[in-house]
């Protein structure tokens, strides 16, 4: 192991805070109270602007260990031994750097937040454009410095003007190519150090990561909250707020090793692969054209187009340039442009070039695989017209138009470009991989390292995959447009449409379908352990009482569905007894007993319930229902006749006709009314719409003609309660009076 200046003293405090980051998230996820671990690594991204969720926990106990990661190579030092003697622009670019440090570690301290704090570091940030400019003379071409010099000299003075603006009250929009002009002075500077000898690779490594987390920083952000969960993007901008951190191990490390001893030669560099036969290593070559082929054929350049996750976050969580620079990687990939670099990269067989391939085809076949995975079929340009203006903005006039219902039309699924160049980048590394013995156990521990930060950002990864079913997905189709009776929810779909179309659970909108199912079946786990330590503290976390909602995941957790069947159950059997004793009261009421011969009777053999009484409405529509007759049972009209009863009570009913009137009586019944009626389609109906209740036909065979219709109703007393259930009894018969007589009414009644 390299032994430092002060390596003593970085240590323990790297492993300190980097244990402590550890201790703190593992206390979050215990306790949901994530105040220790955000103000340990995440300074300003407290629960009002994040609220807690265990992922992101995860992630920042992430980049906690990447904090602690960055304090050892900040404060470590030169490597120990004696200092050479360095030229004057050396020394003042190395105090300059450390000044530049020492204002953005200074952020970190405790103390409130004033404008002019900026100026220092800002200020010395003019000393170093120049002086590295100065010190890579030899390293880099005259005409490249100075570009990087005008390109730095203006990024910092648009910096100043900025701050000195907010100084005095004013906030200065900053313009859109900022983040171009410190590209256009970082990236000569990382090809200075990268020639000079002074410098190591995982110094000019550190650099360009910077370099490409600036090139994405869009320099303003939105900050949205959704439903107490954390948004995605506010998230993404959190977390490149924690990899700036790469800036300052850049800059201090490149202070370190200017005043340390040369780093030893790379072994690997102008190194060659063997050659290969060429039959192998064309496949590598073709693979790449051939889905490009295809879409072309079909007038589509574009790979991915305006849609999925990994365009989403270049259109609105990256700067502009660096969104126009993916459409360009869209383009090239779409016309087949990864062929020609492979087939450089077999030609040269240069050991960087063959890698720097490889890892391209590699990440290019993830981003099409996370893109196959988020791109959902109906995007906001069938909701919001001027979102699709902006998204397609950048693309040919109808380039993805032509789609049934106004959708876009793209080409091949990013996946065969995918399956393509993952096949590619394994055919290179199996013809061209370095053999065993010249990979170096730093090399394996820094893709151990990868591998371990990669598994780290996995649950958010899996937060942002998959399809996300909308509520109005779950409406089932019309059956008067299909001719077909929709098929019941059931299982997954029927909990995702549950949750979607009820908000039974407080989640956002956007959260994807796997995503969904997994928070249910682990409120599922809760409910069927039934745990009653943790039961209270999901509640008190997620303000979730688990045992409440066992109807809403029923058709995905076996136990719920247990005590929803059983619930179910009972009261179907409840519903049956209580039908079977309204039947039972309708069989117990007297049977009328006519005075003459009725054309037709019909005594209902199960009670009916109306809600709003019943109706019976003429359907030529000879008048409307205002300005009839009424009193507290009847009300007719022109082309209309009511019978108003108690809702809350089952009904009876006895329906009679007859050829002609029959004598009136009124014993045994509460209210008697009769009142006249016309019908001129040869129906007499009584129905109520909202119960569903449709009465048999009284008209005497499709008679049309103006009729008398007799109303009767009575209580029925049952098991000691006087309103056990109603009666009713309807007489029809010829007559053209339209009177409304009362022939017997309750006291007190109108």
């Given at each position: 192991?390299?032994?430092?200046?002060?390596?003593?003293?970085?240590?323990?405090?790297?492993?300190?805070?980097?244990?402590?980051?550890?201790?703190?998230?593992?206390?979050?996820?215990?306790?949901?109270?994530?105040?220790?671990?955000?103000?340990?690594?995440?300074?300003?991204?407290?629960?009002?602007?994040?609220?807690?969720?265990?992922?992101?926990?995860?992630?920042?106990?992430?980049?906690?260990?990447?904090?602690?990661?960055?304090?050892?190579?900040?404060?470590?030092?030169?490597?120990?031994?004696?200092?050479?003697?360095?030229?004057?622009?050396?020394?003042?670019?190395?105090?300059?750097?450390?000044?530049?440090?020492?204002?953005?570690?200074?952020?970190?301290?405790?103390?409130?937040?004033?404008?002019?704090?900026?100026?220092?570091?800002?200020?010395?940030?003019?000393?170093?454009?120049?002086?590295?400019?100065?010190?890579?003379?030899?390293?880099?071409?005259?005409?490249?410095?100075?570009?990087?010099?005008?390109?730095?000299?203006?990024?910092?003075?648009?910096?100043?003007?900025?701050?000195?603006?907010?100084?005095?009250?004013?906030?200065?929009?900053?313009?859109?190519?900022?983040?171009?002009?410190?590209?256009?002075?970082?990236?000569?500077?990382?090809?200075?150090?990268?020639?000079?000898?002074?410098?190591?690779?995982?110094?000019?490594?550190?650099?360009?990561?910077?370099?490409?987390?600036?090139?994405?920083?869009?320099?303003?952000?939105?900050?949205?909250?959704?439903?107490?969960?954390?948004?995605?993007?506010?998230?993404?901008?959190?977390v490149r707020t924690i990899l700036s951190v790469f800036a300052l191990i850049w800059m201090a490390r490149t202070a370190h090793e200017l005043a340390g001893p040369p780093p030893e030669p790379s072994t690997c560099r102008g190194e060659r692969a063997a050659a290969r036969p060429w039959p192998l290593a064309a496949v590598a070559v073709v693979l790449p054209s051939v889905p490009a082929a295809v879409n072309l054929a079909q007038g589509m350049p574009f790979w991915i187009?305006?849609?999925?996750?990994?365009?989403?976050?270049?259109?609105?969580?990256?700067?502009?340039?660096?969104?126009?620079?993916?459409?360009?990687?869209?383009?090239?990939?779409?016309?087949?442009?990864?062929?020609?670099?492979?087939?450089?990269?077999?030609?040269?067989?240069?050991?960087?070039?063959?890698?720097?391939?490889?890892?391209?085809?590699?990440?290019?076949?993830?981003?099409?695989?996370?893109?196959?995975?988020?791109?959902?079929?109906?995007?906001?340009?069938?909701?919001?017209?001027?979102?699709?203006?902006?998204?397609?903005?950048?693309?040919?006039?109808?380039?993805?138009?032509?789609?049934?219902?106004?959708?876009?039309?793209?080409?091949?699924?990013?996946?065969?470009?995918?399956?393509?160049?993952?096949?590619?980048?394994?055919?290179?590394?199996?013809?061209?991989?370095?053999?065993?013995?010249?990979?170096?156990?730093?090399?394996?521990?820094?893709?151990?390292?990868?591998?371990?930060?990669?598994?780290?950002?996995?649950?958010?990864?899996?937060?942002?995959?998959?399809?996300?079913?909308?509520?109005?997905?779950?409406?089932?189709?019309?059956?008067?447009?299909?001719?077909?009776?929709?098929?019941?929810?059931?299982?997954?779909?029927?909990?995702?449409?549950?949750?979607?179309?009820?908000?039974?659970?407080?989640?956002?909108?956007?959260?994807?379908?796997?995503?969904?199912?997994?928070?249910?079946r682990s409120l599922c786990g809760v409910y069927t352990r039934d745990d009653p330590r943790e039961l209270a503290r999901v509640e008190s976390v997620e303000g979730l009482r688990v045992r409440d909602l066992y109807w809403a995941i029923d058709d995905i957790c076996p136990a719920a569905a247990?005590?929803?069947?059983?619930?179910?159950?009972?009261?179907?059997?409840?519903?049956?007894?209580?039908?079977?004793?309204?039947?039972?009261?309708?069989?117990?009421?007297?049977?009328?007993?006519?005075?003459?011969?009725?054309?037709?009777?019909?005594?209902?053999?199960?009670?009916?319930?109306?809600?709003?009484?019943?109706?019976?409405?003429?359907?030529?529509?000879?008048?409307?229902?205002?300005?009839?007759?009424?009193?507290?049972?009847?009300?007719?009209?022109?082309?209309?006749?009511?019978?108003?009863?108690?809702?809350?009570?089952?009904?009876?009913?006895?329906?009679?006709?007859?050829?002609?009137?029959?004598?009136?009586?009124?014993?045994?019944?509460?209210?008697?009314?009769?009142?006249?009626?016309?019908?001129?389609?040869?129906?007499?109906?009584?129905?109520?719409?909202?119960?569903?209740?449709?009465?048999?036909?009284?008209?005497?065979?499709?008679?049309?003609?103006?009729?008398?219709?007799?109303?009767?109703?009575?209580?029925?007393?049952?098991?000691?309660?006087?309103?056990?259930?109603?009666?009713?009894?309807?007489?029809?018969?010829?007559?053209?009076?339209?009177?409304?007589?009362?022939?017997?009414?309750?006291?007190?009644?109108?």
């Amino acid at each position: 192991m390299r032994r430092f200046r002060f390596g003593w003293i970085a240590a323990p405090i790297a492993v300190a805070f980097g244990g402590a980051a550890v201790v703190a998230g593992v206390f979050a996820l215990v306790t949901g109270d994530a105040a220790v671990l955000r103000a340990l690594v995440a300074h300003g991204w407290g629960t009002d602007m994040v609220p807690y969720t265990w992922w992101v926990e995860v992630i920042l106990a992430g980049g906690g260990i990447l904090t602690g990661w960055a304090l050892w190579q900040i404060l470590r030092g030169r490597r120990a031994g004696e200092a050479p003697v360095l030229a004057r622009p050396v020394r003042l670019l190395r105090a300059a750097l450390y000044v530049s440090l020492a204002c953005a570690l200074a952020y970190e301290a405790p103390i409130p937040y004033q404008w002019w704090l900026d100026l220092p570091g800002t200020l010395t940030q003019f000393a170093i454009v120049w002086l590295f400019l100065v010190v890579l003379a030899g390293s880099i071409p005259r005409w490249l410095r100075i570009v990087a010099l005008v390109a730095g000299l203006a990024d910092t003075a648009v910096d100043l003007v900025a701050i000195v603006a907010y100084g005095l009250g004013q906030y200065w929009d900053l313009p859109p190519l900022g983040n171009v002009l410190y590209l256009l002075w970082v990236v000569p500077v990382l090809i200075g150090q990268a020639r000079d000898g002074r410098w190591s690779r995982g110094t000019v490594r550190a650099g360009m990561v910077a370099a490409v987390l600036a090139s994405l920083s869009s320099g303003s952000f939105m900050i949205v909250g959704f439903g107490g969960t954390a948004d995605h993007g506010t998230v993404i901008l959190m977390v490149r707020t924690i990899l700036s951190v790469f800036a300052l191990i850049w800059m201090a490390r490149t202070a370190h090793e200017l005043a340390g001893p040369p780093p030893e030669p790379s072994t690997c560099r102008g190194e060659r692969a063997a050659a290969r036969p060429w039959p192998l290593a064309a496949v590598a070559v073709v693979l790449p054209s051939v889905p490009a082929a295809v879409n072309l054929a079909q007038g589509m350049p574009f790979w991915i187009g305006p849609r999925g996750a990994v365009d989403m976050f270049f259109r609105e969580y990256s700067s502009h340039p660096a969104g126009l620079a993916w459409v360009a990687v869209d383009v090239l990939v779409g016309v087949g442009a990864p062929a020609v670099l492979v087939l450089v990269a077999v030609i040269r067989r240069s050991r960087r070039l063959l890698t720097g391939t490889m890892l391209f085809l590699a990440l290019a076949a993830a981003a099409g695989v996370v893109t196959a995975l988020t791109a959902r079929p109906e995007e906001d340009w069938q909701v919001v017209p001027e979102m699709a203006e902006v998204r397609l903005a950048v693309y040919p006039d109808g380039q993805f138009g032509g789609g049934l219902d106004g959708q876009l039309v793209f080409g091949l699924s990013p996946l065969w470009y995918s399956a393509a160049l993952a096949v590619s980048a394994l055919v290179l590394f199996l013809l061209y991989a370095a053999p065993p013995a010249a990979r170096r156990g730093r090399r394996v521990f820094a893709m151990a390292l990868a591998t371990a930060v990669a598994l780290v950002f996995v649950p958010a990864a899996d937060r942002s995959q998959g399809t996300v079913t909308t509520a109005a997905d779950c409406s089932p189709p019309d059956r008067r447009q299909t001719g077909v009776e929709p098929a019941p929810l059931t299982g997954e779909r029927a909990f995702i449409c549950e949750v979607r179309t009820g908000q039974v659970l407080d989640i956002p909108a956007t959260m994807p379908d796997q995503a969904l199912l997994a928070y249910g079946r682990s409120l599922c786990g809760v409910y069927t352990r039934d745990d009653p330590r943790e039961l209270a503290r999901v509640e008190s976390v997620e303000g979730l009482r688990v045992r409440d909602l066992y109807w809403a995941i029923d058709d995905i957790c076996p136990a719920a569905a247990a005590k929803v069947k059983t619930e179910r159950e009972a009261d179907d059997q409840e519903f049956a007894a209580f039908q079977a004793e309204e039947r039972a009261k309708c069989a117990a009421t007297p049977r009328h007993r006519p005075l003459i011969e009725p054309v037709k009777a019909v005594r209902l053999d199960d009670p009916v319930w109306p809600e709003t009484g019943l109706e019976m409405r003429d359907t030529a529509g000879i008048g409307d229902s205002g300005g009839g007759r009424h009193d507290d049972l009847v009300e007719s009209g022109p082309g209309h006749l009511t019978v108003s009863v108690d809702s809350e009570y089952h009904l009876c009913v006895t329906l009679e006709t007859y050829s002609r009137r029959p004598p009136v009586e009124t014993k045994g019944w509460d209210h008697v009314t009769e009142a006249g009626y016309t019908s001129t389609d040869g129906e007499l109906v009584f129905h109520d719409v909202l119960a569903g209740i449709v009465l048999p036909d009284l008209s005497p065979g499709g008679r049309r003609g103006r009729y008398r219709i007799r109303v009767h109703h009575a209580w029925f007393p049952w098991k000691g309660e006087e309103r056990g259930t109603q009666r009713l009894l309807i007489m029809a018969y010829p007559g053209k009076d339209d009177k409304l007589v009362t022939y017997r009414r309750p006291a007190g009644s109108r």
